[in-house]
């Protein structure tokens, strides 16, 4: 027992010295890369891509479902979007709220006869409707299907070569498109993809779809995941990226090649985790057809997000994401290990799933051992002691390594106050968070073991919410269910379903969860050689080769803090 | 052993402690800068605006960091601007040495300072660095020759279309941004182009029709027509592009013959471009292919008709055999 | 319009939300003779126009609150502004672009990069034929 118990503490300080070694690696790349990325964006030349008469369109997709408070101003802002070229195609997926006839009424939209591809496979479309004022905006109205479907929809219904997918309740910056295609117009054979930051919105002042003052907020939940999302990106996709390693394009704002996602089949209808999955099919079919390609990401490109500020809330999403980052990896094992994809499968795979996806388990399982084991007298005090400093103090470097590369970037925070209080909740979230984190995934286990599907039915929750906190002409509520990204996770959750607390009436209404298409179990198993690329002469088309020695690694960190092995010490070892 | 990862523990916070001062120090000392900058901004912004607005003001003498924000200031507006008041800020800059600079700055080992430096030599209109700039297009780093190349369009560097199109061919550039800035040299790059619609490289024809059909007008249409019979499909689409924009009435019927090429995407862009010839003695073939063909040739066709013929849609569309795409165009003229 | 009284300097109102536009333009339109209101987004756009009624409005199309197209859709739906000339100024330079502009309403469109000296001529010119 004793050494079971020593045995499986150590194995796990050795877990996180390797894990939190990585997080190092990372950082220092990030920081490289981070200087780089600021100096070359004095000669990044948007103002030309803005005004060339070459410059390819991009369809800006945008599934709803049940977003009657945020549609408009949402598709108000993504309108305005600075791009030359652009049109907005919204998928009303089966609201059953008042979405469609808000935007009905704000846009004038008429009912019209639009012919629509159907090369993805979706839900039955009910109609389209377009508006004679905003003759780039698109409304497709579906029966519901999920966010999936919905996206897929919305891919079908695309006139232009590229696509931009976001979520309904995400408001860009102006210059956000711009600056996320750039990347893929400069050399579209290479890129397949490319991927903006988030950002958090909770607490900042939002004026008609623009976010005009950017604070920490408040809530302490949110605060937290703002030094969280600040890792992820800053720290995380920086890093991967900057080794050409970056392997996942959040759900919430990415861009692709309209026909790179047709060939592949569109989003899988049948997991929460779509978005990664999708990352991860790329990957596949892009390595074996054998040419050389690339994911990249922008830091620069923002897209403001609001995040969950209960503890339910906040909970059933990251037990999502967990559930969403098993099922994307389950469907592509094929992957893992085989040298044939290349840095995806050994080292990007690997590491979601033994430093992302088990980490509940080393650091649960592992103060639970250590607490044991100090308590039975097993380990000594002043062990225990010494851990909680050497972790705490590597959370805390890494989180003030993520604080200090946001100075670099764009230094968002112009108060001091929020600067330290982010510093503060850096120490703050090891005592109680991250264990309370580690708690939602494991149940996240659970909900994978006994084979959960779908978004669950959350509306048996009853929430005593409080009342809607609706800031003057602000586009967002205060809570959010959804979030579209994740911090630390591999998956990206997904969108359209409607946030909890956000609307207490949503929870009167019983929400069906349909499950994806029939269609899609077909696609269990996904071979890259099954679907058809289509001959493609499209001179403004040019999709993006395939494989190659770049290096694809899906890399997400959360800076995995090894969990204080003992409540506070009492005294002396 | 326990020592030392105590001692790491330490190390850890340290670290952090210096990032914090660093953090603390770098944005006071940013912000004073910030704060002493606007106010000498503030305070030069009616010479500067002045100076720019006149035809014969005198440029204010200015010393040290006055004459850089004034100097700023002034780029700021060339950015805005053009004719007149735009060379007379780039005349400005280059007496200040400006230009100089920037060209010294060209030589540095550092790649993003050779990028930086040919920016802004375009932002300062510096025809006189178009050497440079040229050389900068063969720099082993893509930025700097993607800044020059976005430069030397804005030099308005006739001597540059040439070694632009050669870059743009051998991907050393893309060919976006090379396009551009042939675009913004002009109609000077056209003969040069014409040349380049002969060239064996399908992809190097494809291009250089595309910015004829930008750049050109009627006349370069006769040229082009050859090209509607190229064995490379990408070229043959985008001279039906071309043909589109150049607008010559003599190119109705090779393109009303490209309806029937053998691939649906140059059928497409045949289509498009007859929409822009506003031709109505094409409608007759247009309504055949946004009858029968397959999507994207059927819905460009039916557009097309919407526009140079509306009326004919709407008929069209009642008929039992019109299809999905005309029914489209018809529901939307009738908004 | 025609009910007012003819202004001794016509009133010209100037709409983007780039400070240094602003500043060329009243400087280059106020030596020419005219008075020059600001405005710097969408929003404050509106309700200067539906206040003091310029007898022109420049405005850019590119601006937070209300864009360009969008203003002159409603300007053109007030009774005070629907007949005031509206002219475009803007870096959103594509053909389609200016098609909507013109459907929008407007009168003229100028593309950023701009020359003052033709912006000042086009003012003159449509204020000049009032």
Known sequence: ?573 | MLVEVEHIGLIFFGVSLLLIVGMVVRRASIVRKERRHGQAAARLRPQAIAYVESDDAEPPQLRGRDADVFAGLLGGYGRLLRGPAAARIAAYLDERGAVDRQLRRLESRRSWRRAAAAFELGDMRAARATPQLLGALEDRSRDVRMAAARSLGRVDAVEAVGPLIAAAIARRVPSGVAGLALLDIGPAAVPRLLELTGDPNPNVRAGAIELVGLLGNAGEAAPLRERMTDPAAAVRAATATALGRLGAETSRDLLVQALDDRLPAVRTVAAEALGRTGDRTAADALLLVARNDEFEPARAAARSLARIDPARVVAAAAEPEAGPHLVEQADRIAL | MSAQPPREQPLVLAADDDEDLLGLVSFRLERAGYTVLLARDGAEALEIALRERPDLALLDVMMPKLDGFELTRRLREEEATSRMPIILLTARSQDADVQQGFDAGADDYIRKPFSPDELRARVQAILGRR
Not at chain 1, 68 to 84: F, G, H, K, N, Q
Not at chain 1, 329 to 335: A, D, N, T
Not at chain 1, 336 to 364: Q, W
Not at chain 1, 546 to 558: E, F, H, N, Q
């Open chain 1, 1 to 573: 027992m004793k050494e079971a118990l020593v045995v499986f503490s150590a194995v796990s300080l050795v877990y996180f010295a390797i894990l939190n070694g990585l997080y190092l690696f990372l950082t220092v790349l990030a920081w490289k890369e981070m200087s780089r990325d600021v100096r070359s964006r004095r000669y990044l030349a948007l103002d030309e891509v803005f005004r060339s008469p070459l410059t390819p369109g991009v369809s800006v997709v945008v599934p709803a479902f049940n977003e009657e408070t945020v549609i408009v101003e949402s598709v108000r802002s993504l309108l305005a979007l600075r791009y030359p070229r652009h049109e907005v195609v919204v998928v009303n997926d089966g609201s059953t709220d008042g979405t469609l006839e808000t935007l009905v009424t704000a846009f004038a939209l008429e009912p019209a006869r639009v012919a629509l591809r159907t090369v993805i496979p979706t839900a039955q479309v009910r109609g389209a409707l377009v508006s004679r004022r905003h003759p780039n905006l698109l409304v497709v109205d579906k029966q519901n299907g999920g966010r999936s479907d919905a996206l897929n929809s919305g891919v079908n219904a695309a006139g232009y070569p590229y696509v931009c997918v976001i979520d309904a309740d995400s408001l860009l910056e102006p210059d956000a498109l711009l600056k996320v295609a750039k990347p893929i117009l400069d050399d579209p054979l290479l890129l397949a993809a490319t991927g903006g930051t988030i950002r958090i919105a909770n607490g900042c002042r939002v004026d008609h779809g623009r976010v005009v003052d950017i604070r920490v907020p408040g809530n302490p939940l949110a605060a937290i995941q703002v030094l969280e999302y600040l890792r992820a990106f800053l720290v995380g996709r920086v890093g991967w990226a900057s080794i050409n390693s970056l392997g996942l394009i959040s759900g919430a704002f990415g861009l692709f090649h309209r026909s790179l996602v047709e060939t592949v089949g569109g989003y899988w209808t049948a997991t929460v985790g779509e978005d990664f999955e999708l990352t991860l099919r790329l990957h596949e079919h892009l390595r074996a057809r054998g040419e050389p390609y690339r994911i990249g990401f922008v830091s620069d490109s923002v897209c403001w997000t609001e995040v969950p500020e209960e503890l339910g809330t906040l909970g059933r999403q990251r037990r999502r994401w967990q559930r969403g980052c098993w099922e994307a990896m389950r469907r592509h094992r094929r992957m893992l290990f085989r040298p044939r994809y290349g840095v995806i499968g050994l080292v990007a795979l690997p590491y979601f799933l033994v430093f992302e996806f088990l980490s509940p388990v080393f650091a649960l399982g592992g103060l639970l051992v250590t607490l044991l084991g100090w308590l039975l007298g097993y380990l000594s005090g002043y062990y225990v002691l010494v851990y909680v400093l050497v972790s705490l103090g590597l959370g805390f470097l890494l989180s003030t390594a993520a604080i200090a590369l946001e100075e670099l970037n764009a230094r968002s925070y112009r108060r001091w106050r929020d600067v330290f209080r982010m510093l503060f909740y850096a120490v703050a979230e090891n005592f109680g968070y991250h264990q309370l984190h580690d708690c939602w995934r494991a149940l996240g286990y659970l909900d994978i073991a006994r084979g959960k599907t779908g978004w669950g039915a959350q509306q048996r929750r009853g929430f005593a919410t409080a009342p809607l906190e609706v800031e003057p002409a602000a586009l967002v509520s205060a809570h959010r269910n959804r979030s579209s990204l994740p911090p630390g996770e591999a998956t990206s959750p997904p969108v359209g379903r409607p946030s909890q607390s956000r609307i207490r009436k949503k929870e009167r209404r019983a929400r069906e969860h349909r499950q994806g298409n029939p269609y899609d179990q077909s696609r269990a198993d996904p071979e890259p050689d099954r679907t058809l690329d289509e001959a493609r002469v499209d001179p403004s088309v040019d999709e993006a080769g395939a494989s190659g020695d770049d290096a694809t690694a899906l890399g997400v960190p959360k800076p995995r803090v090894p969990k204080p092995r003992a409540p506070k010490p009492r005294g002396s070892a």
